[in-house]
């Protein structure tokens, strides 16, 4: 009863708490509850015929008490906030001292499970995950009918708590990765994650790196497949992605996805995104290398077409290389945010109309089009959205380099990507390791 | 110093130190490098003079220019050829390299050699020996050009004009053989033509590096044969039939009779019919393929006995037999002696669409 | 945790990245007839050091050789690695300077050679602040993205051959061995010798079985013949003789139609030169661990940039090729000491230590 005046003050401040009264024969209560987080009016009935079925026995209280909800002893102004902040209901009884934590029927506020947003799928399950930690810890469930899968629960932070799943195969996981995340995990138990940068922070991974340490999915499937491969996948509440330790080389361009299809077109595929990641980060440099250092490496008839066409550009060939990049990323970022009726039409400007009107009014040379058109499309090859960014950066240095020091520029500068990729490691598991079963580099 | 402090140092240091040596010495752009694909050098007294044949590309026609500057060499001539013209001239593209005969008879040594020591002159560059003055060599190109003066390079490009009884000798093999004990080439001779741009009027023999002699047309064809290069659509014409060879393989074995080397070589030749006139039989084209054939073949090889000019490459043969010492001495002394037993085998693949008498 | 494979594939790669330079000239000029014997000789030569050195450290259980010396006595130690560190740091500098002057003379023309040599120290040195396993690491993955392009070349590199300059197969010079104590064939020897080394100073993070790697070294055998017979077959030895870079100008000669590009020689160097950079990362990563022992109060990264900062001035003093000729025959006999000493030392001692592990109970 003294609760009342206190959540009577809440009242004034956050208007979405509601305090409503009812009759449980023979007792009045007051509920209170969140008016966003709970369907009150299915509630109230849910409430009455439980009550109604109690009425066979004569304390409907204690029927509540032992039925549906929890009774709360000794309960203090801070634990029925967190339970009413949690999402349940909490009933007071007017009467007597009693407060009692029900789950009541929520709301719905997450979608329906949809195709993922960032991902395509040929011939393989489309469910994506979605805001809703118990959807997607079930959509696993689904995938991986396990007895050997473990879920270890955790909640992060002060201000948000946002819960937090772990999931491992007892048996296939590696021991040292599981000790260190698990370490990591419950010594900060009340840092917040508010995203996935203040995750890496918290696993203890650099800030300043340029490849994620671990990988994002929104495919049940691939979560699936990574637990059966003996990685960690923590899934967040309200983000609808997963996440999986640690993250390898091989990820780039090995798809679970390929598994459905015979071996012959997996082993083309994973070729074919091999090439695109090379075409990705080497044509830039190569085209600037080519032209303005080093032309004696190409045929005659290649280096005079490639000369007539860059007759009238009045800048080196470098600058002309970084100004449609700068255009072509420009191009990329806004078409993210793009609203879905404009997009079209941006599209086309950026695309036909730039394109073409740029080479006429002589500022860069037809191929250079023709290369980063190329280099673009081959971005995107890669399996992730977030490699795709990773390998976006790495085109610039080797274009630098190029200019610089031409082909020989080119060629160190994969030394020194592979120098850093070599390094890269998550948890003592280095970026380039072979896992298990799946990879190429030892 | 904060953390925060010297990374921004690091950081500037870094950017300064890029910004000033990015694109400082090599970059020159494609467009602004001249690139000549032919070059030609005679020699007035003590001085040379050198040509260049300079495509330029527009966006969508292609011009072609001469230029020519004379020094008392060819680094010097070239000097003055880049202090000229608006662009820097860059060999690296550099196709073919034509002499003028009569620079070619006192002697392409030194020429030869500094070509290979030039870092920018790519030692795959075909040779060539033009057979009058260079000017009308270089005019006839430039005003005949049609897809932007790369005539002269198909003309040598075996996947494009080339046809076996045009030597084809790069500039490496010219300077393999002025060191060689054993080794001479046949350097192509070329003129402008009178409704192509280029004529072909034979080769000529280099022996350590100077032009001893000539041979023509039908005799560079065996030439080609021996080197291995196959004589794939060559037409032969003879009295009674023209024939097209399909292939020819040389097998060649060789022994010492005491002092005189002895060399027994067999070509072996599947040919196809291409004309007849009157009714021949195929006995008889075969036999007169391997008469032809024999007789042309000693013709050219007492020629280049008679000039110490192993052309044909048979010292290479002899090299388990005789001794290093003796090699050095194969062109004056084994090589004019040498015996050749030649015999040619030809075997007639088809007739083409019609019958022959058998 | 064996990790055989990475330390064969760096032992491969470090070899390759300097047999094809500098090795096929010595070969060439220090006999006219015959060069497969000395060729046969040399890798003799190699593969039984190589199998004594590794002998000596498979007696002890990942222990590297500093650990082994010092074992016996830290003076004893001392003087006997000191010559090897300035063997060491004689190859970072030799190394340095002459592939940068023949990366200013093949492509680069114009650049002067105070960047590329920066460009050379400053990779190196950032390769080998990762530590070894990155090396280990980054050594598998270029080999496998450049080794196929490598091989492509080698390949075509026969175009042009005319197999009859393999007669005379030998004579008298060639059979009496008289060319072994002349001075390029000595000085040939860096190809060999250069190499394995690092063996020595890996074992205690990268542990592995010493057979796989002499097994592997019969591998670099064809690559030995091929570097100074591709040469020899395409211009003769009167012509290769005249040649300082003869492999590079046999390649030159190569000419391809169907490809998109017109000089592979340029792609077949720069191969080599990656392969370099990584030798030379494993070499300061080395000299960094003996410098660490030895004046354990410097930082090891301190240490590093200090190393490159001094292969970079020592670089720079040099003014032409003469004196990178004059310091590779005087490297000769700290190479030769290297190559000698220390694999039989560490045998001795492995013998020792086995046969006092048995002894006691």
Redesign the interface.
């Known amino acids: 009863m003294n609760m009342l005046p206190f959540l009577q003050a809440r009242k004034e401040l956050d208007s979405d708490l509601f305090l409503h009264r009812m009759l449980l024969p023979p007792h009045a209560v007051i509920l209170a509850g969140f008016n966003s987080l709970i369907d009150l009016p299915q509630t109230i009935l849910m409430l009455q015929q439980q009550a109604q079925s109690a009425v066979a026995v004569d304390n409907p209280l204690l029927a509540l008490g032992s039925g549906i909800g929890s009774a709360m002893k000794d309960p203090t102004e801070r634990t029925i906030w967190d339970a009413i902040a949690e999402g349940h209901l909490v009933v007071l009884s007017e009467s007597s001292d009693r407060c009692i934590k029900i789950v009541p029927v929520g709301r719905s506020l997450s979608r329906a499970i949809e195709s993922p947003s960032t991902e395509n799928v040929l011939r393989g399950a489309i469910s994506a995950f979605n805001e809703d930690l118990d959807t997607n810890i079930g959509l696993v469930k689904k995938h991986m009918l396990s007895e050997q899968l473990r879920i270890r629960p955790y909640i992060f932070g002060q201000d948000q708590r946002r819960r937090t799943v772990l999931l491992y195969m007892e048996g296939k996981v590696h021991e040292h990765l599981l000790r260190s995340i698990l370490r990591k995990i419950e010594s900060r138990k009340a840092t917040d994650i508010p995203d996935l940068q203040a995750l890496s922070d918290l696993l203890g991974f650099p800030k300043w790196t340029l490849f994620t340490r671990f990988n994002t999915t929104e495919l049940p499937q691939d979560a699936a497949y990574a637990l059966r491969n003996g990685k960690a996948v923590l899934l967040l509440d309200r983000f609808p992605f997963a996440v999986v330790l640690p993250s390898l080389l091989s990820d780039m361009y090995i798809s679970e996805n390929d598994r459905n299809s015979p071996s012959v077109f997996r082993l083309f595929f994973q070729v074919l995104r091999i090439l695109g990641i090379l075409t990705n980060i080497l044509m830039p440099g190569l085209y600037v290398a080519l032209?303005?250092?080093?032309?004696?490496?190409?045929?005659?008839?290649?280096?005079?077409?490639?000369?007539?066409?860059?007759?009238?550009?009045p800048y080196?060939?470098?600058i002309e290389t970084l100004l449609m990049l700068f255009v072509l990323e420009l191009t990329l970022e806004s078409s993210i945010r793009l609203p879905k009726s404009i997009g079209p039409t941006i599209t086309m400007i950026g695309g036909i109309i730039l394109g073409q009107a740029v080479v006429q009014a002589k500022l860069v040379s037809n191929i250079l089009i023709i290369v980063l058109a190329a280099t673009t499309i081959a971005n995107f090859t890669v399996i992730g959205f977030h490699n795709a960014n990773a390998i976006r950066l790495y085109k610039y240095l080797l274009l630098?380099l190029s200019?610089?020091?031409?082909?020989?520029?080119?060629?160190?500068g994969?030394?020194?990507i592979?120098?850093?990729?070599?390094?890269v490691n998550s948890f003592g598991i280095?970026y380039?390791s072979r896992w298990k079963t799946g990879g190429?580099?030892? | 110093m904060t953390k925060s402090a010297i990374r921004l140092a690091l950081l500037s240091a870094l950017t300064a130190v890029t910004l000033t040596l990015s694109g400082c010495w090599d970059i020159k752009d494609i467009n602004h490098r001249a690139l000549p694909i032919l070059m030609g050098i005679k020699q007035i007294d003590q001085d040379y003079k050198v040509f260049l044949l300079v495509p330029q590309a527009g966006q969508n026609n292609m011009n072609l220019n001469v230029i020519s500057e004379a020094g008392d060499t060819i680094n010097e001539a070239l000097d003055d050829i880049n202090k000229n013209t608006e662009r820097k001239v860059d060999l690296l593209h550099l196709k073919v390299i034509v002499f003028e005969r009569s620079f070619a008879e006192k002697g392409l040594e030194e020429s030869i050699a500094s070509f290979m020591r030039a870092r920018d002159i790519p030692n795959k560059t075909f040779a060539a020996i033009s057979d009058g003055e260079l000017e009308p060599l270089f005019e006839k190109l430039k005003t005949s050009s049609a897809s932007g003066g790369l005539e002269i390079y198909n003309y040598f490009e075996k996947n494009a004009g080339w046809t076996p009884d045009v030597a084809q000798t790069r500039i490496w093999e010219v300077y393999r053989s002025i060191n060689s004990y054993t080794r001479d080439v046949v350097i192509p001779m070329i003129k402008p033509g009178h409704t192509t741009p280029i004529m072909s009027t034979g080769g000529a023999i280099i022996k350590n590096g100077k032009m001893v002699g000539s041979i023509d047309s039908e005799e560079a064809l065996l030439y080609n044969l021996f080197k291995g290069m196959g004589t794939h659509g060559k037409i032969e014409v003879m009295n009674q039939a023209a024939v097209k060879i399909v292939s020819g393989r040389l097998s060649q074995s060789s022994r010492m009779d005491g002092d005189q080397p002895v060399m027994n070589s067999r070509l072996r030749l599947k040919v196809t019919v291409l004309e007849t006139r009157g009714s021949t039989a195929e006995a008889e084209i075969k036999h007169e393929i391997d008469e032809m054939l024999s007789m042309r073949y000693r013709k050219m090889l007492r020629a280049s006995q008679d000039k110490e000019a192993d052309i044909l490459g048979f010292g290479q043969y002899f090299r388990g037999k005789l001794s290093r010492d003796d090699l050095q001495s194969w062109r004056s002394i084994y090589y004019p002696r040498m015996k050749l037993n030649f015999r040619v085998q030809v075997l007639i693949q088809d007739e083409g669409l019609l019958k022959t008498r058998r | 945790m064996d990790k055989s494979r990475q330390v064969v594939v760096m032992y491969l790669i470090s070899h390759i990245g300097l047999i094809f330079f500098l090795y096929p000239a010595d070969i060439i000029a220090s006999l006219s007839v015959g060069h497969w014997s000395a060729i046969l000789f040399g890798f003799v030569c190699h593969v039984a050091m190589l199998a004594i050195f590794t002998k000596g450290l498979g007696c002890f259980d990942a222990l590297n050789v500093i650990d082994i010396f010092q074992g016996v006595g830290k003076i004893f130690a001392f003087f006997t690695l000191l010559p090897v560190l300035l063997y060491f740091v004689m190859i970072l500098i030799i190394a340095v300077r002459a592939y940068s002057e023949i990366v200013t003379e093949i492509f680069l023309g114009e650049t002067p050679l105070w960047t590329i040599m920066l460009l050379f120290v400053a990779v190196s040195t950032f390769i080998s602040l990762l530590g070894i396993e990155s090396i280990f690491r980054t050594g598998v993955l270029v080999a496998l993205l450049f080794l196929p392009l490598l091989l492509f070349v080698l390949v075509l590199s026969f175009q042009n051959a005319d197999w009859h300059y393999v007669l005379p197969l030998i004579d008298r010079q060639a059979a009496s061995f008289s060319y072994v104590i002349g001075r390029p064939y000595l000085q040939s020897l860096f190809a060999f010798v250069g190499g394995f080394m690092f063996l020595g100073f890996v074992p205690s993070h990268v542990p592995f079985k010493g057979r796989y790697v002499v097994g592997a070294s019969f591998l670099l055998l064809p690559m030995f013949l091929v570097s100074v017979y591709v040469p020899l077959l395409t211009f003769g030895e009167n012509t290769a003789s005249r040649f300082p870079f003869p492999f590079i100008m046999a390649v030159d000669t190569v000419s391809i139609s169907w490809l998109m590009f017109d000089r592979v020689t340029m792609f077949f160097m720069l191969s080599l030169i990656c392969f370099l950079l990584l030798f030379l990362a494993l070499v300061m990563w080395n000299t960094i661990q003996m410098l660490k022992r030895g004046l354990p109060f410097i930082r090891p990264a301190a240490a590093n940039i200090l190393l490159a900062a001094l292969v970079l001035v020592f670089c720079l003093l040099i003014p032409n090729w003469q004196l990178v000729e004059r310091l590779l025959w005087w490297n000769t006999s700290l190479r030769l000491y290297a190559a000698i000493v220390i694999p039989c030392l560490t045998l001795a001692l492995g013998m020792r230590h086995r046969r006092k592990g048995v002894v006691q109970p």
């Open positions: 032209v303005s250092v080093n032309p004696e490496v190409l045929r005659i008839e290649l280096a005079l077409s490639i000369a007539g066409s860059r007759e009238g550009v080196p060939a470098l630098v200019a610089m020091y031409g082909v020989l520029g080119l060629f160190v994969i030394v020194l592979c120098a850093y990729l070599g390094h280095p380039l190429r580099n030892g």
